[in-house]
């Protein structure tokens, strides 16, 4: 009985957004906040967690949890370019290469490492 509820509510709130017009000041701003964000996360990690695969947020420092091949960092490669960040993309790219050996036996999680 919860879902058809669920569902009502997610078509009302999609319908409420997609009718919403965003001036280019307010997009401007929301993208900005955007890019924090993930810069916020993104120098997080380098700053704690490198070489690890993730950060952990409430003991900030690093954890290997799907192969210990710097999986968080993989994971930004995509969304450096799009934020078109480009010299930061070569100099990660640079660094994982240099850094990151996948010629190593260890249990990694084939799902998890590709939705990312």
Known sequence: MRAPGCVALLVWLLNDA????FTEEEMSGIRQRIKSMFYHAYNSYL???FPYDELRP??????DTWG????TLI???DTLLVLGNRTEFERVAS???D???FD?????????????
């Open 95 to 97: 660094l994982l290469q």
């Open 58 to 63: 409430l003991t900030c420092d690093g954890q």
């Open 99 to 101: 850094t990151v050996d």
């Open 75 to 77: 994971d930004a490669l």
């Open 47 to 49: 700053d704690n967690a």
């Open 104 to 116: 190593i036996d260890v249990n990694a999680s084939v799902f998890e490492t590709n939705i990312r």
């Open 18 to 21: 997609a009718a919403r017009q």
């Open 68 to 71: 210990s091949f710097s999986l």
